[in-house]
């Protein structure tokens, strides 16, 4: 069974770039046809999709984050990284990482989900 965890800093200065890493095990980042996402949830709110990168190495991102959102992989290690630029207060939310075979996510009704990190942004 095909685990993901989270791991990066829980608090970040505003401008500052905000990178967090999902390792996985029980499975291979580039398995057919899984696409891998990052997910945000921001205190009160609901989820918002931020961005995935398929078991092809294609990217995708939001539209409304798509100029502050990298999302890279390291196959040799397993894993995938998110970076997010320019950070605010608003940023601030409960960061997971996901797969699923739909490249947008936006209910927990289906894929494998890590636990979630905690990132606040604040000086």
């Known amino acids: 069974q095909v685990q993901l965890q989270e791991s990066g800093p829980g608090l970040v200065k505003p401008s500052q770039t905000l990178s967090l890493t999902c390792t996985v095990s029980g499975g291979s980042i580039t398995t057919k046809y899984y696409y891998w996402s990052w997910i945000r949830q921001p205190p009160g709110k609901g989820l918002e999709w931020m961005g995935a990168?398929?078991?092809?190495?294609?990217?995708y991102y939001s539209p409304s984050l798509k100029s502050r959102t990298s999302i890279s992989r390291d196959t040799s290690k397993n894993h995938f990284t998110l970076h997010l630029s320019s950070v605010t207060p608003e940023d601030t939310a409960v960061y997971y990482c996901?797969?699923?075979?739909?490249?947008?996510?936006?209910?927990?009704?289906?894929?494998?989900w890590g636990q979630g990190t905690q990132v606040t942004v604040s000086s």
């Open positions: 996901v797969r699923d075979t739909r490249v947008v996510v936006t209910t927990r009704d289906f894929g494998s």
């Open positions: 990168i398929a078991y092809s190495g294609n990217t």
